[in-house]
């Protein structure tokens, strides 16, 4: 099955044909002589577009080679959550293997069902083994997970693409921290940080059978919230800055087993947690706050992050407002595309007074005496 136009066609080869337009531009506007024009587009700017494709070209040339995912088994922890159940649909129609890992067994047994639909008949009739099982297991149990993953590994083979799709419990009803529970804090670090440490070090062993053969990818998928504090979200934010801190060791310490890490942060998101009615990760007042970075659906977090996954990108962020927010955290965080690295070097200064700003116009209101955090 042949990859997606999308997965050729990313930033980087968009970014060089908007440089080689720049530069011929600027050169027509030189040649012709157009005043008008020469001001919009003044020679030096041929320059700029000249470095930026020969950096376009070397960040193509240093960049970690894509993978197919055809013949893949792709494990997903959480995968009876939405985000997961859309994972395996995406993932199976390129050819994937899926495993679904997660708590509930019914749930597990719907989310196998919808990933078989997804399967294109051809394949059907081509696959021998099954493309789709399932392992029950609470996921903040790593000895119930381990034994969940070596279960799937016997039917699928060895791991080579984990997603860690089950990071998404929060504090309900939202609260501040004075008034959070400690119980509430544990909770939460348990289902999203710990859940995700335990599916990482039970599939780490099966995906380390594959070295030497084909590069192997652990997605995690977090929140807009690792990159920043949320007002109310004391516990969320806690643990999402607890994955981000794992994703970025992880990259450091999988480097030399050819495994890359992958960490998506998408904004406000509409999820099902293994059935609850868990419609969005803000409410109340903080709901105004974080409508300005938009709202991803299922389906589009999932594209992403495949994409990311295929392509070895580590940080994965969505719209302009995670652009923004991506490249003022991205600090000591790894980025193995040059052109994307010399975009934040660049950019950084300009985000950083925009963020300025957007903070000035927040705390003028979180100030005022007659501010109450409000729940539905």
Not at 167 to 190: G, H, I, Q, W, Y
Not at 208 to 236: C, N, V
Not at 355 to 360: E, K, P
């Amino acid at each position: 099955m042949c990859s997606p136009l999308s997965d050729w066609i990313d930033g980087n080869v968009v970014a060089s044909i908007l440089s080689s337009c720049l530069f011929f531009l600027c050169v027509f506007a030189g040649k012709v002589g157009l005043q008008s024009l020469q001001i919009i587009l003044p020679p030096w700017l041929a320059y700029v577009a000249v470095v930026l494709c020969v950096l376009n070209v070397i960040s193509w040339l240093q960049s970690p080679p894509a993978i197919r995912l055809r013949g893949k088994h792709i494990l997903i922890a959480g995968g009876s959550t939405d985000v997961g159940r859309a994972l395996g649909c995406l993932a199976v129609k390129e050819g994937g293997r899926i495993s679904l890992l997660g708590s509930d067994e019914a749930l597990l047994e719907e989310s196998a069902e919808l990933v078989e639909a997804a399967i294109p008949l051809q394949k059907c009739l081509q696959e021998l083994c099954k493309p789709v099982v399932t392992a029950k297991a609470r996921l903040d149990d790593a000895l119930e997970v381990a034994e969940a993953i070596a279960s799937t590994t016997k039917v699928l083979g060895p791991v080579d693409i984990l997603v860690c799709a089950s990071a998404n419990e929060t504090s309900s009803p939202c609260k501040e921290v004075e008034t959070t529970p400690l119980d509430d804090f544990e909770r939460v670090m348990r289902a999203n940080w710990l859940a995700t440490i335990a599916a990482i070090q039970g599939a780490l062993e099966h995906m380390k059978d594959r070295f030497g053969e084909a590069p192997t990818r652990i997605a995690i998928i977090s929140s807009l919230a690792s990159q920043g504090g949320q007002y109310g979200h004391g516990a969320f934010a806690s643990s999402q800055f607890a994955l981000r801190g794992l994703a970025e060791v992880l990259q450091q310490e999988l480097a030399a087993y050819n495994i890359r890490v992958t960490f998506v942060c998408p904004p406000t998101k509409q999820v099902m947690m293994d059935g609850k009615g868990y419609q969005s990760s803000v409410v109340g007042s903080t709901q105004a706050v974080a409508q300005s970075a938009g709202n991803e659906s299922p389906d589009s977090i999932a594209a992403a992050t495949l994409r990311a996954v295929k392509q070895g990108r580590f940080l994965v962020n969505f719209g302009v407002t995670g652009w923004i927010v991506g490249t003022l955290t991205s600090g000591m965080a790894p980025q193995p595309f040059l052109f994307q690295g010399a975009l934040e070097v660049l950019f950084a200064g300009v985000c950083r007074s925009f963020m300025l700003l957007a903070h000035a116009s927040f705390f003028r209101r979180v100030s005022k005496p007659e501010w109450k955090f409000k729940t539905p």
